[in-house]
């Protein structure tokens, strides 16, 4: 079994649309939760950092559940620059080892 | 200010060949992190270095792989007598302390062996 498993899409939506990822982890150990953010092969860049009481950036909204193991994304009004592969991470070290899913894709049309 | 720097960008070796891999971390930065990613999965740890020591090897492969991070000049991740399974993206990564609030990741080397 994958430390993080994902489903790997792809998620085919229309622009505007409201998507939701998730994602369970295996390692009750985990202290540190991200979304990351690849586009075509290119290097992974941070989205945003999970915490337990959940956050909102802009349109992006990350909630976690440590109890059942499970951290979530939802994007609001989906943009066509929204398309990629969204990387769900986590790490009991902070940034030090970071574990990555293999990530969900997500293809945003006009 | 530049980001993190990896090169080369493509590097094509025939099997039983060395490849040499470099990352130059952001100015400031003194902990360096080599992650791969095989086609079709996730990015996988590999090695993290300060300089001049080897912090944690626990995601490189026992044999033919190597990684240092001199006092000078890039860190050098090292693949001896590359087989094809050894094609993939590498990131290296950078950040100014152990558990800094952000790692920033250099645009990759993508390695075939043919």
């Known amino acids: 079994r994958k430390e993080v498993e994902q489903d790997p899409g792809p998620f085919n939506v229309p622009e505007g649309a409201t998507v939701a990822f998730n994602c369970t982890y295996s390692?009750?150990?985990?202290?540190?939760f991200f979304w990351y953010r690849q586009d075509c092969r290119k290097e992974p860049k941070l989205l945003m950092s999970?915490?337990?009481s959940g956050n909102e950036d802009g349109r992006f909204t990350a909630q976690l559940n440590r109890a059942s193991q499970y951290i979530s994304l939802l994007i609001r009004d989906s943009k066509l620059s929204d398309s990629a592969t969204y990387l769900c991470?986590?790490?009991?070290?902070?940034?030090?080892?970071?574990?990555f899913g293999t990530g969900t894709r997500l293809l945003v049309s006009p | 200010n530049a980001g993190v720097m990896q090169n080369p960008r493509h590097l094509v070796r025939r099997r039983g060949q060395e490849a040499r891999l470099r990352c130059s971390p952001m100015?400031?930065?003194?902990?360096v992190y080599w992650y791969r990613q095989l086609p079709e999965e996730g990015l996988k740890f590999m090695v993290y270095?300060?300089?001049?020591?080897?912090?944690?090897e626990s995601g490189m492969p026992k044999e033919r792989f190597s990684a240092e991070f001199p006092k000078e000049g890039p860190s050098i991740l090292r693949i001896q007598q590359v087989v094809r399974g050894d094609s993939a993206a590498y990131f290296c990564?950078?950040?100014?302390?152990?558990?800094?609030?952000?790692?920033?990741f250099g645009s990759g080397t993508q390695l075939s062996v043919l």
């Open positions: 990564a950078s950040s100014p302390e152990q558990k800094g609030e952000k790692l920033f």
């Open positions: 390692n009750s150990a985990s202290q540190s």
């Open positions: 999970v915490y337990s």
């Open positions: 991470v986590v790490s009991r070290t902070g940034f030090q080892k970071l574990v």
């Open positions: 100015k400031g930065h003194s902990h």
């Open positions: 270095l300060q300089k001049e020591n080897i912090i944690d």
